[in-house]
């Protein structure tokens, strides 16, 4: 069985600039969620991908853009970035979009440092 | 709103028992989890309750009373590689998780 994995694993930027962040979920899922994780806090839900649409949004302003690939793979692209953009950045896998009652098997993060 | 509280620190003995709290309000609900979280590394799923009672698995037990909005991960026989931070989430019935701040836990000799 293949898990989630994420890339780059760590990076680093600055204001102003772009990034792209990318996932391939677990072998058979058909969704990708992704979240921001900030130093010492929770995971906050930034948007999931259902058959590449999105498919529910959390509170990101629009610079936080998504993509899914017909292999269910994802993207996560973030423009001008700002210093508060630093976090660990997670994808999770799970089956069935709104309708999923399982648990988000989760990748090792993406660690983005803003300078 | 959506509002998940957790103690953010709690500090155990090895050996030991300890229960970590967590009590929710959301939109709605439809399952509330427990992860494990080693620093730098990635949530691992810990447990899983969708209707009231507790859930045993291990050394790990998670309760759910969906009335009180209150849920906790109880720990037994504390090791000190269980020093990690622990995350209540809840399904708001929209496939999505809402995470609380997380609980980290020093397990000292």
């Known amino acids: 069985e293949t898990g989630v994995t994420q890339s780059p694993t760590h990076l680093i930027k600055t204001r102003g600039q772009q990034v792209t962040l990318r996932c391939s979920s677990q072998?058979?899922?058909?969704?990708v969620s992704w979240y921001q994780q900030a130093l010492g806090q929770g995971p906050q839900f930034i948007f999931q991908?259902?058959?590449?649409?999105?498919?529910g949004r959390g509170n990101f302003p629009p610079r936080f853009s998504g993509l899914q690939f017909p292999n269910y793979s994802s993207e996560l692209n973030v423009n001008a970035l700002e210093l508060d953009d630093s976090a660990l950045y997670l994808c999770?896998?799970?089956?069935?979009?709104?309708?999923?009652?399982?648990?988000?098997?989760f990748g090792e993060g993406s660690r983005l440092t803003v300078l | 709103g959506q509002n998940i509280d957790q103690p953010t620190e709690m500090t155990a003995t090895e050996g030991a028992i300890v229960q970590i709290n967590c009590t929710y309000q959301?939109?709605?609900?439809?399952?509330l989890f427990w992860y494990q979280q080693h620093a730098g590394e990635a949530p691992t799923f810990l447990s899983y309750?969708?209707?009231?009672g507790l859930e045993e698995k291990g050394r790990f037990s998670s309760f759910l009373s969906r009335s009180k909005g209150y849920s906790y991960l109880l720990l037994k026989e504390l090791q000190m590689k269980d020093s990690a931070s622990y995350l209540c989430?809840?399904?708001?019935?929209?496939?999505?998780?809402?995470f609380g701040q997380g609980t980290t836990l020093q397990v000292k000799p």
């Open positions: 999770a896998s799970s089956l069935g979009g709104q309708l999923n009652t399982g648990e988000l098997f």
């Open positions: 072998s058979g899922h058909n969704t």
């Open positions: 991908y259902y058959r590449e649409e999105e498919n």
């Open positions: 959301t939109s709605g609900f439809n399952g």
């Open positions: 309750n969708v209707l009231d």
């Open positions: 989430a809840v399904n708001d019935n929209t496939g999505k998780l809402i």
